[in-house]
């Protein structure tokens, strides 16, 4: 079974998720549970940051439909306190929020997709599928079904068969005990593979035996039904992806792709395994776009570059973040938690993967994910279309989902990029606060104040300085560090 320092998603149009054996979150801060995109607070609340057709948010944003998370899984998937197993999907048009429990299956340990096949694994190792509506291609939650043959597994892995007239996709099933099962896309069942046992992880068309071996299945299509080969050079791993192994002496080795040139004149080198020397103390090692990034037991993250035609044996490598508890990685960021409980990532970044809250394209230097800040107004969660952002010291809140809820009266005027706020209490008398978005000007009743950081936009929500506003609006903003909670008392 996959652990969270070593899941890695293979291909883009692969999304997989592993959930057993997580160490414990790091006794500082509010994070329990973090994937790519989705954090889990130690109250159950859930959180996610990404792109969705044409929805996007930009920091982590509250999902204020599911409570008592324990845990987040990719595919749109949390697994609740009680065991059980909810989907979550955003309208791309309206970026709403649609809950539904997956019905009939109890606990989860992985969830994986390709194209239109969706398949999660329960408590008990049972395997579900779950149809997907042509319309929205979003699974249908109430539909779940069990399927057939498949008990006591503990992984799932899926690669493509490929020759120049023929495409096939090939699906590889782990049960307990360490046999393989395989079956194609379109077949119904999942039959044994000969000759193979023992086998403790599955990654791609790859497999890792017990007694440290690694062997490749075939992606010829004529020699898809081959036993098996060995992978020479790899010996005594312990724990392995496509790109890279470590082996019982926390030693990393190196068997996975180089790349040169960008764009269509990219090339692809593969090389056979080899021991990387400069590095050692081994906990952890992920292939993110054209970098090795390697975490050791001592909590230092290093990186190195694979743009070259071959990766030598003593490649240089440059410190980049210390005291690092854990790690998870997509084939584009790398995400990880320090001992004092932050959230951290570096990688492509060119909407906002990050959760920084910028557009710049890429991070190398780590970056922090922005914390996920509830927002109480009079003892009730406010909904937020974008999660709070700090800069300078201040808070950032969406435009609409507060200071409308605060009385304000909203305007926007696009040509000028300039936002009107009327409101104002007995104690205030009438106010009229105007944020020019182009010129970064902020009025107070027709005159220019200092707010500290100017106001801005982010994934097409504009925000402005939280206690500036509200307190000018005749609310009362408490902060609750320790429990990273915004209070808002207006009467």
């Known amino acids: 079974m996959k652990k969270r320092i070593f899941s890695l998603i293979a291909t883009s149009a692969i999304a997989l998720q592993a959930a057993a054996s997580v160490s414990a979150a790091p006794a500082g801060g509010t994070i329990q549970d973090y994937e790519p995109n989705a954090i889990v607070k130690h109250n159950g609340t859930f959180w996610n940051w990404g792109v969705w057709g044409l ?9 204020n439909a599911l409570s008592g998370v324990k845990k987040a899984f990719r595919n749109g998937l949390v697994l609740k306190q009680d065991n059980t197993v909810w989907h979550w999907t955003i309208d791309p048009r309206t970026g709403k ?52 043959g498949l008990e006591g597994v503990t992984d799932i892995s899926v690669y493509s068969e490929s020759d120049p007239a023929e495409w096939r996709e090939q699906w590889l099933f782990l049960k307990k005990g360490g046999t393989v099962l395989r079956k194609l896309r379109e077949e119904t069942t999942a039959k044994p593979v000969a000759g193979l046992s023992g086998v403790v992880d599955l990654q791609d068309n790859f497999a890792l035996k017990n007694d440290g071996t690694v062997w490749r299945f075939a992606t010829e299509v004529a020699k898809s039904d081959a036993k098996p080969e060995q992978v020479k050079g790899l010996s005594d791993i312990r ?26 004149a990219t090339t692809v080198h593969s090389q056979a395994p080899v021991r990387i020397t400069s590095i050692n103390d081994v906990k952890a090692a992920f292939a993110v776009e054209r970098a090795l990034l ?95 952002v700090s800069r300078s010291n201040q808070t950032f809140v969406p435009l609409r989902s507060i200071f409308e809820k605060l009385g304000a009266k909203v305007t926007w005027n696009n040509d000028e990029k300039q936002v009107t706020l009327q409101g104002g209490n007995e104690a205030s008398g009438p106010l009229t606060i105007t944020i020019n978005y182009m010129t970064g000007v902020t009025t107070l009743n027709g005159k220019a104040v200092d707010t500290g950081t100017k106001p801005f936009g982010l994934a097409g929500t504009s925000y402005l300085p939280l206690r500036f506003v509200s307190e000018q609006l005749g609310a009362k903003v408490d902060w609750n560090q320790q429990e990273e909670k915004i209070t808002i008392t207006y009467k």
């Open 97 to 148: 929020i649609a809950v539904s429990e997956v019905t009939g299956v109890s606990g989860l340990t992985l969830s994986i997709r390709s194209g239109d096949l969706f398949y999660v694994v329960d408590g008990a190792g049972a395997v579900y599928t779950m149809p997907l509506d042509p319309d929205t291609y979003d699974p249908i939650p109430s539909k779940a079904s069990k399927v057939a």
């Open 294 to 388: 390697v975490l050791t037991h001592s909590g230092k993250l290093y990186m190195t570059s694979v743009e070259t035609e071959k990766l030598p044996a003593n490649p240089s490598f440059k410190l980049i973040a210390s005291d690092v508890d854990s790690a998870e990685a997509t084939p584009r960021q790398l995400f990880f938690q320090k001992t004092d409980g932050s959230l951290w990532g570096v990688g492509v970044n060119k909407s906002s993967e990050l959760g920084y809250g910028d557009y710049e394209f890429e991070h190398w230097t780590p970056v922090p994910v922005q914390k996920p800040i509830e927002v109480i107004l009079n003892d009730e969660a406010v909904e937020l279309t974008n999660g709070v």
């Open 239 to 264: 724990s392995f992806n496509a790109a890279v192994a470590i082996d019982g002496k926390s030693q990393l080795w190196f068997w996975g792709q180089t790349r040169t040139g960008w764009s269509d």
């Open 55 to 63: 929805a996007q948010r930009a920091v982590p944003t509250q999902v």
